[in-house]
């Protein structure tokens, strides 16, 4: 499978004298922006401030939003992930 490797990566390889041999996604779009979403609760923490039940409402609602977002991930076809990728690379000689 042939992936587009993004310039920052491109230039990231570059500058340490590694040449790719392969950078691949590791999971596609939908299931990363599916995590994301489903972690939106504990990035958005905890205060005291009154707001509590309506964050506790926020975390439920994002988790199911993820759920529904993640049961797209059959549909994608390019597997294009716009977070996580796995890089093999070799020093020259």
């Known amino acids: 499978m042939a992936v587009a490797v993004p310039s920052a990566h491109e230039s990231e ?6 040449e ?5 996604p590791m999971n596609d ?3 990363a922006i599916s995590q994301l979403t ?9 205060n005291p401030d009154g707001y509590g039940d309506q964050r506790d409402i926020i975390v439920r609602m994002m988790v199911e939003v993820a759920s529904l977002i993640g049961s797209f991930s059959d549909f994608g ?17």
């Open 13 to 18: 390889e570059i500058r340490v004298g590694l």
């Open 20 to 24: 790719a041999s392969e950078i691949a």
């Open 29 to 31: 779009a939908f299931s």
């Open 38 to 46: 489903a972690d939106l609760g504990y990035m958005m923490g905890h």
């Open 77 to 93: 076809t390019q597997w294009i992930s716009p977070i996580s990728f796995s890089a093999e690379a070799i020093r020259p000689n």
